[in-house]
Every structure is written in structure tokens, then in C-alpha cells.
């Protein structure tokens, strides 16, 4: 796209502040950020949420999510001032010179419409090029992007593809009116690590072949490390550092980069198993006809964690289903402290049901958004133990404080706390019942590396505290190390391999395992190439 | 086991500075920031309940005196002049707003009430409780509710508690319907999990996870429920079966007077009579859904653009 003649610098953003309007007050959002971006040059955004990555990537673009406004700055693509462009005119550069990949492609594409015509639409309506023309260029788009039978994966609808093939669909759209800028945002957050590579070899590929100049918004620095040339990270609305990927990886300037992958050096040193909680014996289960365990054995220790890891469909979560009794087994038994539990959750006593707790990944909807912290955590108070009235109260302060938050927070309402907090206090609900065991699905994976550490040294101190074992369901590869004794990778419903972290996470590995392992991006700027060549 | 430390009883008298979300502050926050329509149907709608209720000291003559003169012009005696046989009919519209909204509210209440439940359980259960109901909703839905209550009606005979009960059954339908849609949203939350992994029951869950989080559509759809039933049985009297006489009630005053309007180019405000209830249901519609317009507005997390 770029002629010789053209200045260098595509995109300048210059002092630029945003704020927002919600509880009744305006706050700031972009508190003055300055920000270049030259042609083909690719620009990674991290930081946590709440740090106004996503609004700063749709600013790029002239744009604010209603509720917000630019109140001051300049946003200079190619020359002209978007800020001072009207609406219609800003239009004009819309999914046509600038372009933008949203983190869900599931919700962003039309179920109605076939996805070749979504994705030439804005190319074809901007006039850009002819129906057949676009349909070929989106043909070869489809194949560039390595996508399975590229001629005629485009005249199938949206729920006809899984979600790394949405992805990459999504980035055709993207790249379809051969646009000077695009947007990435968070676009292989909700993807498993394994299609996560896929997809952003695919978009890494697709932009450097076309020279197309990018802003990658993400929270996940070992994925910015393959995908840009340079990082900027950002925090409450302003600039913490800016510097090329190398030199940012290698020496982080401040404290709070610093911080940004403690976690990867979280690690727990495993302990050997004593006596055994809880047991999956043989178990298969079913939803209908559908198969998802099969023959599923799993031992949990007291006072230990077991991690259970495996891409989404591999039967994690069925697993705990079955251990909680929402799912009864169609073979097999389930054993708690070497007695039977009965296998539906409504032939079970009360006593059973207190002692095996579970925590979720969302914490928000985990959480009844009605219910102050006080009749979240009093319930199972009351309902298990009977404490009512001043004691509740009394239990339910302790309990805050176990997880570091005061007695302020028990009339606040879930809406009222940060995703961390909402979390802790997920985990005073659990701890409430006074458990043996804990069922964790994917506690951390919606949080940020720095609340994920705080969450998952909280579970450390609690298990030594009061003998409590995990079962912990997740597909990070980095949480299993820094929080498990034991690993059950699993696949397919089936138990791959399992056993100490030590020897499950030293090699030979079965095939599995070695591709779930070498999947988990690191913090090396080399680490996709290597991996692809390696492929 | 979890053992706690000895808590020293200062600790446990705890003022927390965090502003108490009770129900009033929240309400009065809202009505704050209410727009005008909203202000001028909750004002109405005041004005209306006021006068159901002090009916008997606000109206000049009874409910059913009959004075001699019957078709009275409007004057100083008989401000807006008497009906067929000679009772007041500022009077009788006084009472009227007793009689016609109390049914009504009455109506609405149970209507919820029956419906508001089985959607709740329904939702829920999901299995053959569920497709029971819903097929029992669907065949009611199918017969045409005002055909439907004419024909219950002269079943079982035109009394009070029978047009409460038949238009609350046949509205409870709507309600259900609405009431199982949206809980089935609110079901499958995570919250709703837990409390079944805590071994909590049904009546538990139906109220107090599912319904805090559903209250605010059916408050809505209550409004609008509330005009609709309060439209049937105008329309019920109208057609006489409603309610009775003597019994004052707005929908029989319309049809008692209807053929004044005839009268209109010798004597407009003989004309005008029978629009007087009429307007006086027309106004209580409009109020009831200007507050439902706002409280769905409030409730649908629209912004103001």
C-alpha cells in the first residue's frame, strides 16, 4: 500500500484522553497517551483490564463506545485529524483502511449470512473490488490463512466452523479491503492454547505478507512477544514503558512490567501423596447419547492438588460434574474417604454436599448479582453449620479476612468488587462449608497474571492452613506448575497421562502432551518461529 | 478443619461507612432522576388510588342513590348531571375507580401469582413438569381470552370472585410464559448451580435466586398486565357481564350513557358524558405505561445517547 512518496508514519496519536460516563460521574479512561505506529510495523498493547487497552485500539480507529468521549488530543491517521472528521467521513476509513478483529468472532459474525459474503462486504460496498474479484481474493485469503479447504469454506455459515477457524475468518474480513491498519483485540483470548498457535502463525503470516501495520491488543505477554515489534504497556490509562519486543522482554524497565509475569515464576514444590479423599473409579459418562468420559480413573489426595489440564471438550469439567453429583456416571463409582458416594446429587446428605465445594470461572455469574457478600457467604454458614444472626455475622468477617478483605466489603453487592475480589470471596463461600475438598474450574483464567497470582497464593496458604485438596481444572499450562503435586492431562474424555508434576512434565511425553506442552507460548520472541519450523 | 481464632466482641460491632443500599434510598435515587412522563403517570396514578380509597368521604351523593330526576344536565347540584335512572354520576365514577382498578389489581396480583409460580417451577424442573404446563398454556392461549371468559362467565355465572378468578387464570397464561422465558436465562448461572451442589430446594432457589434476578421484567410486564386486565373487564362490563349493577364501575357506565353522544350537537356536554369514564380508563392506561415505559427503559441498560 505504501508509496515511496508517503510519509513513514501511518498513525499519530497525540496527548490523547477519553473518559467515560458511568455511576453517575465521568471518569477517566485515557488519562494522555502518545503513540506512533509506522507502516507495516505491528504494536503490542498489554495490560491488565480495566487499563483502557480496548479503548485505546477503537480510538486508533476515531471511534469511543457509547458512553465515552475524547475530551482532548489528536488522532492523525495518514494525514487527517480523525478527531475533527465527521461521522460520516470517519466512516469512510472504517472497514475499509482500518479494520478491526474483536476478541468473540462467534458473536461478531451474522449466524444469517453465508461467511464469504460477510466477508467481502465492506470490500465490495466501499467499491473496492468486484464481487467475483473480492470472492477470489477472499478464496486465496482463506488459503494463505490456512484454513481447511479454502474454496469452499466461505459458503458455509458461522456455526459451521469451530472457533480458531471463526478466528481466522474473522482476520480475512479483516484483511479483505487490503486495509492500512488493523486492530487485533484480544483475538485468541478465548482460545485453547493448541488452536492459539494456529491462528496466530495465521495472522502473524497474513500480516507480514501484505505489510499491513497493526495494533495487538493483549493481556498475555508471551503471545505480544510473537506477534510484535513493539510493546507498550499500559496501566490505568497511561503509558507505563514503551520499547522494542527484544529489549522489553529482556529488560523491563519498571517495577510494574517487571510484574507482569511473576506468575510464571510462581512454582510449588510438589509433595508426595499421602491418603486418598476422593476416587474416580472406571468412570464413563454420557450426555444423552453423546459419550464425553471414558473409563476415567483419578486419585486426590489429602492436602494436595491435582491438576486436571486438556483443551475445552476433553471432558475437564464432565469430570467434575460427575464428582459433584450433577452429572451421574453411566459406568463407574466415585469414592469419598473410601465409601461410595452416591452418584445423583440427590441421594446425597448434607454432610456429603458440605465437604466437597466447588469454585467457578466466573466469578460473576458464580455469584447471585442480587446477594450482598454477607448472604453469599452466610448461607452456607447457616444452611451447613446452622450459625445464624451475630454469629453468622462473626463467621463471615473471619472468613473475609482469611482472604484478605475487611468487613467493609459484606453489604457490598458482587457488582461492587473487582474480578479478584469477586473470586475471594467465591473462595470464602466454599471455605465456608468447611470442605475437604475443592473443586476449582478454571478459578484464574478469566483474571489478570497479577490477580491470578494472588488467587492462586491464597489457595496455597488455605491448603496448608486447613488440609483442604484441590481438584484443579484448568488449561494453563503455567497454573499447573506454579499451584499442582499431581497433573492429569486429559483428551477426548480420556485420561492421557497422569501422575507427579515431575515426571508428567519431563519428557518422553505421549503425543498429547507434548503438543499441549509445546503449545503454551513463551516469553521468547523466537519461540513461534522455532515452533513452527519444528512442526 | 477450619478453625477460627477468638473474635474480641469490639471487633463484631461494625458501623461500615459503606452507604446502605435499603430499598428506599435506591427508589428515591431513581425517582430523582425520573423523566416527566414517568412523573406525570406515577402522579396520576396516586391521584387515582387516593380517590379508590377515600371514595365514600370524596363523593357528594352514594354509590347508588337514585334521585328523581333521571338524564340531569350537567349544574351546580349534580356536577356532571345523573344517568338513566337518576344516580350521580360524579359520584358513581368516584366509586367506580374503587370497584374497577381494586378488580383489576386484584386480578393482576393473582394472575402473577399463578402464573409467576409455575414459570418459576417449570423453568426449573425442565422435564415432564415443565412440558405439561406449557402444553396446559399453549391450549388456553389458543381460544381468544375475551370469547373464552364470555363463555366461562356464563358457566359459572357472573360474580366477583368468578371474573377475578376467570381473567386471572386466562392472564396468568401471558405471565407464565414470560416468567418461565426469563428465568431459563437465569437458571443455567452458575449461582443457580451452586445452590443445587449446596442441596438447596425448590422453593429456595425459586425465590431467592431466580426471582430478585427476574423481578424486574415482570414488574414491568405487571403494568402492562395490569392495563390489559383492567381493559377486559371494562369491556366485559360494557358487553354486561361484568361487574354487576348496582355496583358503580367505568366500563358499564360507557355503555349505560353510550347513546348520549348522540345528543352531542344540541348538547355537548350531554355528549360528553359518556366519555367521561371512558377517559378516566384512557388516563389510567396511559399513566400505567409511562412508568412501565421509564421502569423498562431503567431496566434494559439502554443508555441515553
Redesign the interface.
Known sequence: MSDSDQSKTLLEIKNLKIRGFSDEKWHDIIKGIDLTLNRGEVLGIIGESGAGKSTLGLAAMGYTQPGCEITSGEIIFDGANLISLSQKKKQKYWGNRMTYVAQSAAASFNPAHRLINQTTASTIRAGLNTKDGAFKDARDLYGALNLPDPQNIGDRYPHQVSGGQLQRLMTAMAMSPRPDLIIFDEPTTALDVTTQVEVLAAMRGIVEEFDTAAIYITHDLSVVAQMADRIKVLRYGEEVEEAETRRMLADPKEEYTKSLWSVRSLEKKEEVAGDIVLEMRSISAAYGAAKVLFDVDLKLPRARTVAVVGESGSGKSTAARVITGLLPPSEGSVLFNGEDLPAELKHRTREQLRKIQMIYQMADVAMNPRQTVREIIGRPLEFYLGLKGQANKIRTIELLELIDLDESFIDRLPSELSGGQKQRVCIARALAANPEIIICDEVTSALDQIVQEGILQLLMRLQKEFQISYLFITHDISTVKAISDQVVVMSDGKVVEQGLKSIVFSPPHPKYTELLLSSVPEMDPDWLTNLLNQR | ??K??P?DSS??V?E???E??TFWNRAKLELKKSPGTARFGMIVILFYIIVALFAPWLAPYGESQVFPIPYEPWGQEFVFGTDQIGRDILSRMIFGARNTVGIAVATTLISFLIGGALGLAAAINRSWLDQVLSRCVDVLMAIPSLIFALVLLSIFGTSIVNLILIIAVLDATRVFRLTRAVSLNVVV???V??A?????GLGWIMR??IL??ILPPLIAEFGLRFCFVFLTIAGLSFLGVGIQPPLADWGSMVRETAMLIQFAQYDLKAGLTPLLPASAIALLTVAVNFVVDWFLHKTSGL?D?
Open positions: 478443619m477450619i477460627s481464632e473474635t471487633k463484631v461494625i461500615n461507612n459503606f446502605k443500599r448461572m452458575d449461582f448451580e451452586a443445587r451442589l449446596r442441596g438447596e431467592r435466586e430478585p434476578n443508555r445517547e
